[in-house]
């Protein structure tokens, strides 16, 4: 239909733009929930995409970056770090977000620096059995499942605050928060909905004495659903780097 424009125009928005457009659109729904846009950190979903994109998204002053599978990640990682040198790798902070295996987790827990999908307490203990002691505690996140039947990663509602309080107390880990994957859906109060649920769950987790300060909740479709319920990180892939190859939303 728009043979006029081949795909040069439509990919001459380059990452620097597209990361514009987003901080625009978390400072817009910051404001309009009342909020401080700098109380919300831009994660960008790198997964599928070349390094070369990340070190472009670098250049733009992006500094967090999330990724779904482990052995693709340690690989872009290894050569984002080539081409920018190590001065400038320095401050790049890279989020575990994708399902965890257990044969896995010893590149977890060596090569990230967060891991936002904790969902159960076996896994919890070997990532902080393999943190190395050289490094600063592995920055956690509970992932919860907010969508009942609709979802099958996360914990379930009412094991959550069992679940944070067990990898609070483990030695090389340091609990920072809740996230969650609500499903698809273009239903804006069923976007509030899940949000609003995964911010009570967290007030109530605190409501037994932890200190967390993170809400990772939000990505292209839903961020602003997200930002009005008080999430502190959204989590945004397409809307930075464009579509992925084959399907693929969360895996
Ligand atoms: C892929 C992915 C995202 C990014 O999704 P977009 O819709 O591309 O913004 C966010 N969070 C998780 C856990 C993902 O797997």
Not at 42 to 67: D, I, M, N, Y
Not at 92 to 111: D, F, T, Y
Not at 134 to 155: C, H, M, T, Y
Not at 156 to 168: D, F, I, N, T, Y
Request: aromatic content about 4%.
């Amino acid at each position: 239909m728009c043979d006029k424009f081949p795909r040069q125009f439509k990919s001459m928005a380059t990452i620097g733009d597209n990361l514009q457009a987003v901080r625009k659109r978390i400072a817009e729904a910051a404001h309009a929930a009342g909020r401080d846009p700098a109380a919300i950190t831009l994660l960008a979903v790198s997964k599928t995409h070349p390094p070369e994109r990340v070190v472009e998204a670098c250049e733009a002053g992006q500094r967090a970056f999330g990724e779904n599978y482990v052995q693709e990640a340690v690989q872009k990682m290894d050569a984002v770090a080539q081409a920018l040198g190590s001065a400038r790798t320095h401050g790049l902070e890279w989020h575990m977000i994708g399902p965890l295996q257990s044969n896995k987790s010893r590149a977890v827990a060596e090569r990230f620096d967060w891991v936002q999908s904790v969902d159960r307490e076996k896994i919890a203990q070997r990532l902080s059995a393999q943190r190395p002691d050289s490094q600063a505690p592995l920055n956690v996140l509970v992932q919860v499942n907010v969508s009942g039947e609709a979802s099958k990663s996360g914990i379930e509602p009412r094991a959550v605050v069992a679940l944070a309080q067990a990898v609070a107390r483990m030695p090389r880990l340091r609990l920072r928060g809740l996230m969650a994957i609500p499903e698809p859906t273009a239903d804006a109060a069923v976007q509030r909905a899940r949000f609003r649920m995964l911010r009570e769950l967290l007030e109530a987790v605190r409501a037994h004495g932890l200190a967390l300060d993170t809400l990772s909740m939000g990505m292209s479709d839903d961020m602003e659903a997200a930002i009005a319920e008080g999430a502190t990180m959204v989590r945004i892939g397409t809307a930075i780097f464009g579509a992925r190859e084959g399907a693929g939303r969360a895996a």
